[in-house]
C-alpha cells in the first residue's frame, strides 16, 4: 500500500507542477522503500548492500532515455515514444552491460 502511495503522490504533483513530480520522481523513494523492507525482513546486510549497489548500475543507462522521450512525443505520438523509449532503454543496458563486464561487473546472468 505504501509503495502505491507514492506512485499516486507522485502523479498527483505532476499534474499539478511539471518540475515538482519530476523531482519527486527522480527521488529514489522506491528504493528506499525496498531497502527499509529488505531491512524489516531481516535479509542479511549484503543482500541490502547489492541491491543498492545493482540499483546505480540498472539506473544509469535508463538516462538516455529522459532525454529522448520530450523530444520525440511531439513527434510520434504517445504510445511509439514509449515504444521507442523501452527500445532505447534496453539497447543502452546491453551496450552498458557489455562496458561495465570489462571491470568486473556482471549486470546479466
Not at 5 to 32: H, N, W
Request: proline fraction near 6%; aromatic fraction near 14%; charged fraction near 10%.
Amino acid at each position: 500500500m505504501l509503495t502505491a502511495a507514492v506512485v499516486v503522490l507522485v502523479s498527483e504533483a505532476a499534474k499539478r507542477s511539471d518540475k515538482l513530480g519530476g523531482f519527486l520522481a527522480a527521488l529514489p523513494l522506491v528504493t528506499f522503500l525496498t531497502l527499509i523492507w529488505l531491512y524489516v525482513e531481516k535479509q542479511p546486510m549484503a543482500k541490502i548492500s547489492n541491491h543498492a549497489w545493482y540499483t546505480f548500475y540498472y539506473v544509469v543507462p535508463t538516462l538516455p532515455m529522459f532525454l529522448a522521450f520530450p523530444l520525440l512525443l511531439p513527434r510520434i505520438g504517445f504510445w511509439l515514444t514509449m515504444l521507442v523509449s523501452a527500445a532505447i532503454t534496453i539497447l543502452c543496458f546491453g551496450v552498458f552491460a557489455l562496458l561495465v563486464r570489462q571491470f568486473g561487473i556482471q549486470l546479466l546472468p
